[in-house]
């Protein structure tokens, strides 16, 4: 285990037992319970439409809604993630469970994490929408920052990232504002997705001097140039003999 590793799980064991630690989970994680990835349901969409040349995810989500129209849209998405409604949450959705973060940020919209975090003695209000902020009675959140299929406010086309401070305005303050007081660890991502991208823009701001260290566990070795540059950006790049679920053993 190299040196940026060790000194990463050390911290992020130090922001459990402060009750301060936040966890990003992407896609990733779910993909492991048979969910699908977001390739997956792209091309689920290109079955429909004649768009097979494209290779921008978001512009065939696009270019989807604009040709069937909002309803059938919804419709499709929703018929998909049908096919996976009871599937098990797995290893990592427990070792998850263990750590109990003291809040939870996910892009997911499938309902494992809600399922497994609240099957635990710390309950987590899950936020999908600004509204349901008021509402909330926990001092945890579990924050679905790309909303949720039931509230038909889920991200997915081109037109939801662009837009996304203003479909999701009160959620994206509470996410900064959750990001300048606490550590933050990223799983189930890509360093090269679009999804991850964006976040990183949207809380890039929150990662100046004044901001804690934040963590990506990564399964895939990166380049000096890429780790030096998220470390600029002020997250450090976690990768070394951890393999799939094992971080979680670290913490």
Request: overall charge negative; charged content about 25%; cysteine-free.
């Given at each position: ?24 989970v ?29 290779e ?63 099957s ?16 909330s ?5 579990l924050?679905?920052?790309?909303g949720?299929?039931?509230n ?40 090269n997705?679009s ?10 701001k929150g ?30 790049i ?14």
């Amino acid at each position: 285990m190299n040196d940026t590793t060790k000194i990463a799980i050390r911290n992020i064991n130090d922001a459990v037992k402060n009750d301060s630690l936040i966890i990003f989970v992407g896609a990733g994680i779910s993909i492991n319970s048979g969910l699908p990835s977001w390739r997956e349901l792209i091309e689920e969409l290109k079955k429909d439409i004649d768009f097979s040349n494209e290779e921008d995810y978001l512009k065939i989500a696009q270019y989807y809604y604009d040709t069937v129209g909002g309803h059938k849209y919804y419709e499709k998405i929703n018929s998909i993630f049908e096919d996976f409604t009871n599937v098990p949450t797995n290893k990592i959705h427990d070792q998850i469970l263990r750590i109990n973060p003291v809040h939870l940020i996910t892009t997911n919209y499938d309902t494992l994490l809600e399922k497994i975090m609240n099957s635990g003695v710390i309950k987590y209000d899950v936020i999908s929408q600004d509204s349901d902020i008021p509402y909330s009675k926990s001092e945890h959140y579990l924050i679905k920052m790309h909303g949720s299929l039931d509230n038909k406010n889920f991200v997915l086309k081109e037109e939801d990232y662009l837009d996304y401070e203003d479909n999701f305005y009160m959620i994206s303050i509470l996410i900064k504002s959750l990001i300048m007081n606490n550590t933050v660890l990223f799983i189930g991502y890509s360093l090269n997705d679009s999804t991850f991208n964006s976040i990183f823009r949207l809380i890039q701001k929150g990662f100046g001097v004044h901001a804690r260290k934040a963590y990506f566990f990564n399964t895939e070795p990166q380049s000096d140039t890429v780790v030096k540059y998220y470390k600029n950006k002020g997250v450090d790049i976690i990768y070394d003999e951890i393999k799939g679920n094992d971080i979680g053993k670290n913490i």
